[in-house]
């Protein structure tokens, strides 16, 4: 009896650690380092994102669930007038092939581009990761958000975005 107890509290002990875990590294962010190798390697389609989406200038983002384009913040699902379903999956595409969830602009004809790269959290708890190229080189540092983010540079306009300080 002595031995069932035991080996039954060595086993709890083990799935609580093995949850514990896998909870962490589910959920752990990718450090800057990460980020940085990721980028560097997959440069290329983070460079034809960016272009696509400027020649695509009335599409604000792209994700799984769709599009919102300038005109319309409501998500779509293409086709749609400003975006062929052809279009669609080759954004879809690149974006698997880098590793990325998404991606967005800002307004204007110097527009800044984020790829989103990992999410987690929801509402005031949501944790984000991006690789944004920003118009400016000083393009963070003017941002009005800047306090709630922090930034380190990847070269040529480019930097990693993390909004978790």
Same mark, same amino acid.
């Given at each position: 009896? %002595?031995?069932?107890? =035991? ?12 949850? =514990? ?13 990460? &980020? ?18 400027l020649e695509d200038a009335k599409i604000r983002q792209v994700a799984p669930w769709g599009v919102r384009t300038i005109s319309d913040g409501l998500p779509q699902q293409p086709?749609? =007038?400003?975006?062929?379903?052809? !279009? ?15 991606? %967005? ?30 118009? !400016?080189?000083?393009?963070?540092? %003017?941002?009005? =958000? ?14 990693? &975005?993390?909004?978790?300080?």
């Open positions: 009896m %002595m031995k069932r107890s =035991a080996f039954a509290i060595v086993l709890f002990l083990l799935g609580v650690l093995t949850g =514990a875990t896998t909870w962490r590294f589910a959920f752990a962010h990718p450090a800057n380092a990460d &980020v940085a190798e990721r980028f560097n390697v997959k440069r290329a389609g983070f460079e034809r994102l960016r272009d696509m989406l086709p749609t =007038a400003d975006l062929s379903v052809e !279009r669609y999956r080759v954004y879809q595409s690149i974006l698997s092939e880098i590793g990325a969830i998404g991606l %967005m602009r800002s307004d204007g004809a110097d527009a800044d581009i984020c790829v989103l790269m990992w999410a987690s959290g929801w509402a005031g708890g949501a944790i984000h990761v991006s690789v944004c190229r920003y118009a !400016r080189d000083d393009g963070p540092l %003017m941002s009005v =958000a800047s306090s709630r983010f922090s930034y380190f540079s990847l070269g040529d306009h480019w930097y990693g &975005v993390r909004d978790d300080i």
